[in-house]
């Protein structure tokens, strides 16, 4: 992949950049990219001399690496901190590298995100994350080394977190909002799977990459989760409204509402189409440009 820096950002942070010390040490596949859409991973494999991506796309991730740095000076010998773990499974390596397990059992990630993505967390959970540390833990009770720390003793997963850290995060918020993060870190309990769980996702994510492997051109697709797929609404404005008075998944759906509220369309009220759409695709897909999904769709 080649870094481009068409921000033209000082010389000091693009070598920063460069000298990512992430290193996935000869597995097969890592936990980020266990849990990624199959089509993604192989298309970036197949294409990675093609692919650019600038140093200014790059800042967040490098702000979340000091993050790393900094706890990992206040770890005690009592808990691990940043530890890399391997294990085979059905003919691959997997590997994953967990951020801090403490003395007590809390196992944790450190996210710097924005404070939307901690608050829809927090409502309704974030299915990457809790993904990403099931995973952890099952490579956690996999691996052949058990896990002690300095002080010799075995350490289990017992509880897990994202602790976030929110990039965005606004003091103006929190007094014009109810449920916006009231501080600018945000402790994120993450639901933790039952081992028979957490083997049978590993194992069926193994075998879907294994599979992508070895296809040719009609690779399998993203799901609709992993697109974040937004399908096409029908809203339906009164007039001299700004705002929608109602949002139906069809047109026929829109039109009776008109009518059951007494309604004339055309007179007083009409129908907009929103038309669906795959918003990881368009913009956050750093292969689309390889992608047959993505170019034969109409965005």
């Not at 309704?124 to 691996?143: F, H, M, P």
């Not at 799901?223 to 949002?247: I, L, Q, S, Y």
């Amino acid at each position: 992949m080649k870094l481009t820096n068409h921000a033209k950002l000082p010389e000091t942070i693009v070598r920063a950049v460069e000298n990512d010390p992430y290193d996935s040490q000869g597995s097969d596949i890592s936990v980020t990219r266990l849990i990624a859409p199959p089509r993604v991973r192989v298309l970036e494999q197949r294409h990675w001399d093609e692919l650019e991506e600038d140093v200014s796309d790059k800042i967040f991730t490098l702000i979340g690496s000091s993050v790393h740095h900094i706890i990992e000076r206040a770890v005690t010998d009592d808990d691990i901190s940043e530890r890399r773990l391997f294990v085979d499974i059905d003919g691959w390596k997997l590997s994953g590298q967990f951020d801090l397990l403490t003395a007590s059992g809390d196992l944790i990630d450190f996210k710097v995100t924005s404070a939307w993505s901690a608050l829809e967390a927090l409502e309704k959970g974030k299915s990457d994350w809790e993904r990403q540390l099931n995973v952890l833990d099952w490579l956690i009770r996999w691996n052949d080394t058990e896990l002690r720390n300095k002080n010799g003793k075995e350490l289990a997963v017992k509880k897990m977190y994202i602790m976030a850290i929110l990039r965005d995060w606004s003091k103006m918020k929190v007094m014009t909002s109810d449920n916006y993060p009231r501080k600018q870190v945000v402790m994120i309990p993450i639901n933790k799977w039952t081992p028979e769980e957490q083997d049978k996702y590993v194992k069926q994510r193994i075998r879907l990459h294994q599979l992508a492997e070895i296809q040719g051109e009609d690779l399998m697709l993203c799901t609709p989760e992993e697109r974040w797929r937004k399908e096409t609404t029908f809203a339906v404005m009164k007039k001299n409204r700004k705002t929608a008075a109602r949002v139906l998944p069809s047109r026929k759906e829109a039109m009776k509402w008109i009518e059951d509220n007494h309604l004339k369309y055309g007179v007083n009220a009409t129908v907009i189409e929103r038309k669906g759409q795959d918003v990881k695709c368009e913009n956050y897909c750093r292969v689309n440009k390889f992608c047959s999904y993505y170019q034969n769709t109409a965005f």
